[in-house]
């Protein structure tokens, strides 16, 4: 059996009914797609991509694809040079520390930090060489009845309730 949009939406309004809560499906779909998806994907780290690409050297910046919601902490970032392949550990930004960051000469990155949600940053700055990154990533929206994406069969339930949660949360709002 495929579970589709309108399986949850179902769900959703007959538990929404039980206590006299009425909302629009647009409001209920925006729920779905920006806020139960996505945080349903970071929590089980599912759906995945990968995301690979040159650098120059000195470079020490790079940029996330816009269905970036996180790297794969399954899964290691890797650095490829002349001198080989090398696994690259996180660190926080700033047990590192800016002005070593920026001062620091080109070589092959030990080490990758978030520099914000849009940047990964990598240090020391690389000589110049590839990097793959495994990183979770926004599940494909849906939007009519009978759409279904990565999370729908398996995160039914889930989507579900955290829908209602939020339903209810704005409910209390006003």
Not at 10 to 37: G, M
Not at 76 to 104: C, N, S
Not at 149 to 174: H, P, V
């Amino acid at each position: 059996m495929t579970i589709t949009l309108n399986d949850i939406f179902t769900e959703i309004n007959f538990q929404l009914k039980k206590e006299n809560k009425f909302f629009t499906s647009s409001d209920i779909l925006r729920i779905i797609n920006r806020t139960a998806f996505p945080r349903i994907a970071e929590d089980i780290e599912y759906p995945k991509a990968t995301v690979s690409g040159y650098l120059t050297s000195g470079s020490y910046l790079i940029s996330t694809p816009a269905d970036f919601i996180k790297i794969d902490r399954n899964s290691k970032v890797v650095f490829q040079d002349g001198t080989g392949t090398r696994d690259i550990d996180p660190m926080e930004k700033h047990d590192i520390g800016l002005a070593e960051i920026l001062t620091a000469t080109p070589g092959t990155p030990g080490n990758y930090y978030m520099e914000t949600e849009t940047l990964i940053g990598l240090y020391p700055p690389c000589t110049s060489g590839n990097f793959v990154i495994n990183y979770v990533k926004m599940p494909t929206g849906i939007s009519s009845a009978t759409d279904t994406n990565e999370l729908t069969e398996r995160c039914f339930m889930a989507a579900t309730y955290y829908t209602i949660t939020e339903c209810m949360l704005a409910d209390s709002d006003e």
